[in-house]
Structure formats: structure tokens, C-alpha cells
């Protein structure tokens, strides 16, 4: 009787650490799953500083179609090729000021 007892606790014994290696299988592809969906996904990176960018994507946007505007107009109107290159790189120079005066959130 005792053997029998043995044997059949041998079996269940044999069986749990059968569904305890399938269990720990499963739970390593879902971690290495998880880390690699981790990796590919963007990180939100949350600034609490001053002096970086605060503008949307549309307003970047805006802000270089119109410089590179005013660049190819400076270009395009002006003869002079010192007075030229003088009025880009005073405009490049401007142009923060310019963009917090025009687009500064603060009332």
C-alpha cells in the first residue's frame, strides 16, 4: 500500500513539474514578448525644462516654410550679394525673437 501511495505521489509530482516548466515557458515568451514590443515603441520623454522646444509640429513647420519663404525672397528681390548674405544672417539671427513675440503662449 505504502508503495502504491509513493508511486502515485511520484506521478503527481512528475506532473507538476510538468505544468510548472509549461507555466515558466509561457511566462518567458511573454516577458521577452513584452520587452521586445517595449524596444520598438517610442519612449514619451517628459521635459520640465524651459529651454527646450515647446511648439507643435505645425508650428515648426510653419516657422521654417516661412524663413526658408523669406530666405528665397531675400534671394530672389534683393541685387546686391553682400547686402544679401547680410539680411539672411540677420534673419537667421531674428528669427528666435521673432518666433517667441509671435508665438509665445503667455498672455
Known sequence: MS?????LRAVREAEREREKAVRARKVARRDRR????????????????????????AE???????????????????????LRVLLMVLLLLVLPAIVVIALDRRT
Open 60 to 82: 515648426r513647420a510653419g516657422i521654417v516654410v516661412l524663413t526658408l519663404a523669406v530666405l528665397a525672397s531675400i534671394w530672389t528681390l534683393v541685387p546686391d550679394p553682400a
Open 34 to 57: 513584452r520587452s521586445l514590443l517595449r524596444g520598438l515603441r517610442p519612449r514619451r520623454r517628459r521635459h520640465t525644462g524651459r529651454l527646450l522646444a515647446r511648439r507643435s509640429r
Open 3 to 7: 508503495k502504491e501511495r509513493a508511486r
